[in-house]
């Protein structure tokens, strides 16, 4: 049977919702992971700009201990083919949101209640779901996608944006949630 490949997101460990079967922090959460794939005939990478993202929750112990049993890797950006619907797609939605996006500041300017506080705390809600929720909206993102596609592995997270990329690249994904599962069954075959 051929070794299956998967890509890492930083949602596997530190989304609550994803990590929970791994662990109750980011970083217990990294040391569940690395426990679990022990024995198990695959093989885990996760891109560079990925990697440093997790550094922000997680200390050098646990980062040093995730290296020695994932491949750290770029994917080579000049030798992949990506259709060109896919970013005219992109293009079209982001350009929605925008306009999503000046709406919703129109609506601010225009109401004179004198809360500004509570006022700008909507509007950022209002704006990050009216722009960011279910988009690719990081060079994080981008390069997991890409190592993804060059890999031909499954990428594993819990980013709606991502999962919606993925689909139209043709990737196949894995909810971050159900991964610990999905090595349950790997274990099992062994």
């Not at 990697?51 to 950006?77: C, V, Y």
Request: proline fraction near 4%; charged fraction near 35%.
């Amino acid at each position: 049977m051929p070794q299956r490949k998967f890509v890492m997101d930083t949602s596997l460990f530190v989304n609550p919702a994803s990590r929970k079967k791994f662990g109750k922090t980011p970083k217990s959460a990294v040391k569940g992971f690395i426990k679990k794939i022990k024995n198990i005939d695959a093989e885990f990478y996760i891109p560079p700009l990925i990697f440093r993202e997790l550094m922000n929750f997680i200390d050098e112990k646990t980062a040093h201990e995730l290296e020695i049993h994932i491949k750290k890797r770029s994917p080579n950006t000049h030798a992949i083919y990506l259709p060109a619907v896919v970013f005219e797609d992109f293009i079209e939605d982001v350009r929605t949101r925008m306009s999503k996006g000046l709406r919703l500041a129109e609506e601010f300017a225009r109401d004179n209640r004198p809360d500004n506080e509570a006022k700008l705390r909507k509007l950022r809600e209002k704006y990050r779901s009216a722009l960011r929720a279910g988009i690719l909206d990081s060079r994080e993102d981008f390069e997991l996608l890409l190592l993804a596609k060059e890999l031909e592995a499954a990428v594993v997270t819990s980013d709606e944006g991502v999962i919606k990329f993925a689909d139209k690249l043709g990737c196949e994904w894995l909810n971050a949630g159900r991964f610990y599962d999905l090595l349950t069954r790997l274990k099992k075959r062994k």
